[in-house]
């Protein structure tokens, strides 16, 4: 009996707060239900063989509450990147000395993602502000580069860091596409985003952004795994898991190749 009326009690106690919660004053209109997003890749896993020379990934994608107004009058911005696993990295300046040129300075950068592919449905200057950019790392110019350790003369950062972001892009493991996001129906979209042929392997995130009028409303994210497969697993796994025999088969493989030339191009 007891445990009956504490029961009844908190159910009377509960009751006001939930009617209130469903319960709209008159005159107070309903409050708009923001919009989400939802996103799927054509691949849950890449496989790299020697044979590998790069490929696209498809990302389809929905938009749902949204206003169709703004809609038709394209309010609506979708950004897609593909972000490689992080690590620390390394700049190094060369300087001619005596004649040479040599390493003088270095700059390490840490945890930055070792490969960057990204697609929007424009160019990012038009989908929302630099500073709503670089507060949330949209963009490989606006990837956070934060050096480790001692920087010496503040001044060179800048310069480092657009010297990594030059080199990433030069190597093709940063890259921009403008127009690769396209909305193929009136809330679903399509996104192409292209894998270089040196990715790294590692678990990489696919990374999509919701912008109305400019404003950023949602994101979302989704796991894709490069491995190697075939030989280039097994070295790569020999390589880590022993590497005093790796070392010393290389070396020998390197004694039995030279010692085999030098008697095929031997004169006689």
């Given amino acids: 009996m007891r ?16 009617a ?9 209109a309903p409050q708009p239900v923001a919009e989400g997003l939802e996103i799927g890749t054509s691949t849950s896993e890449i496989a790299i063989t020697s044979d ?31 972000e490689g696993p992080r690590d620390n990295a390394t700049v190094r300046k060369k300087e001619r000395v005596f004649g040479i040129w040599v390493n003088t300075h270095s700059m390490t950068f840490e945890t930055v ?9 424009r160019m990012l200057d038009d989908v929302t502000t630099p500073l709503d950019l670089t ?16 920087l010496g003369n503040a001044s060179n950062v800048g310069e480092f860091r657009d010297a990594y ?18 909305f193929v129906s009136s809330n679903l979209f399509k996104a192409s985003l292209r894998l270089p042929a040196n990715i790294p392997n590692g678990v990489h995130t696919v ?14 994210s989704a796991p894709l795994r490069v491995i190697k497969t075939g030989i280039e697993q097994t070295i790569t ?9 790796y070392g010393l088969f290389a070396v020998f493989l390197a004694v039995v190749t030279g010692w085999g030339a030098s008697v095929v191009f031997r004169k006689e």
């Fill in 3 to 18: 445990h009956l009326l504490r029961t009844l009690l908190v159910s009377l106690m509960l009751l006001p707060t939930t």
């Fill in 20 to 28: 209130g919660a469903q319960t709209l004053l008159p005159g107070q």
């Fill in 52 to 82: 590998f020379h790069g490929a696209d990934l498809t990302i389809f994608g929905a938009v749902t509450n949204t206003d169709s107004l703004l809609l038709a009058i394209g309010q609506y911005d979708v950004v897609v990147v593909l």
């Fill in 113 to 121: 993602p070792h490969s960057y592919s990204m697609s929007s449905s």
């Fill in 135 to 150: 507060d949330r790392g949209i963009g490989i110019d606006h990837i956070p580069l934060t050096p480790m350790g001692f």
């Fill in 165 to 182: 972001r030059r080199l990433q892009e030069r190597s093709g493991l940063y890259v921009r596409d403008p127009s690769g996001v396209r």
């Fill in 207 to 220: 990374r999509a952004y919701l912008f109305k009028s400019g404003k950023f409303v949602t994101e979302k």
């Fill in 237 to 245: 796994d020999a390589a880590h898991e022993q590497p005093i025999i």
